[in-house]
């Protein structure tokens, strides 16, 4: 009881900060997208080939999140987009307050139409953090169960878009995509669903447009 | 900070549980492993495949952790070894206190040689509680980045035994074992190190004779 009481007290303040990041990416004038997964997914690289698509038409940048190391800022500023790197240390997620520390850097990108943040990996914990984005999405791969909805039901509630990625590989898994779909939509009914492989661009042209769609040039 | 301290105060209290549960498994004679991996690294999978190859020959009992559903025991008891969940709720990880109240139901088992625990599917904040387990396993699948180890480095520091999994799928990804390997023992030297594939059964025959080894049985 203790630690929901001191979680709740948390999550108010983290709440408060968010509501700031919110104003700020507004003033931005900038859509943001906060991904969250388990590790593994394919996240980064989903960025990596959404950064290739849509980064020259569409100003970005990237906030990755992760515990140690800045593999993934490397990564994705490989791709010749501005990237920042949150390193959490012991914490399993992101929060406002990290998140509020990027705002400076992305007043001096100016201007800026889409803001990708990439959580660090974890199916829990990202779902009741606030970071003042405008959507959560979160990702899953075809080599995860297909329970997975039912399991960790937080995240999928509190997405407005899923993408189930590495569908290259379905046929080497017992993962069956319509029964991962309906148990999304049953968690979720208002689910926006897309299908991606980032290794044969299957379903990335969908993604990139609705991506695009959200910063009102579709 | 505040969150900080508060989380150490909860993380003494657990261990102080811990070192309960400890001394009834110790009681009980039985070896204990605490299975953590993300979700969909293959865990319960890999708890199927392990009962069906050595439930008859070692006594042993699994506990389920997941935040919702009795999916993962049912699987579990449908080969014929007994099981019980635990459902966390909106917490990522089990901890001592929950892992305490399945004493009495493996007090009624008993003779047991071996516990698997499957934790939460969470390769961050299960590192940090000890349920009173001999030995943390952490499990990794081929279709995440063979860069894991150092983006996540707690768990593969607290664990005695990586399990990478689901080989079968290595010539689809751009994971590189040897890398993985490399990484990982880069954090914990003395990390022992398994390759499996539950659907080739390829490593399984290793893994199942280093858990027997340890109820003492090799």
Redesign the interface.
Known sequence: MH?IL?GAK?LKKNDEIAAANREAFSGLGLFSINLIS????GK?TLIERTVERIGKACRLAVIEG????E?DKERVERCGVPATQITTG?S?HLDAHMVSHTIEWLRGLKPLELLIIEN??????PA?YDLGEDMKVAV??V???D??P?????IFHASSALVIN?T??TP??DFNIERARENALAVNPALKIFETSCTTGEGLGDWCDFLTGQTGRA
Not at 38 to 41: N, R
Not at 66 to 69: F, G, I, K, W
Not at 150 to 154: D, G, I, M, Q
């Open positions: 630690e001191v948390i388990s590790p593994g997914s980064t992760d515990l140690q190391t593999l012991r399993c660090v990996g974890n199916m829990v914990c009741e899953m791969s080599t995860e169960g329970d997975k039912l399991k960790y039901p937080a590495k290259d590989l080497y898994t």
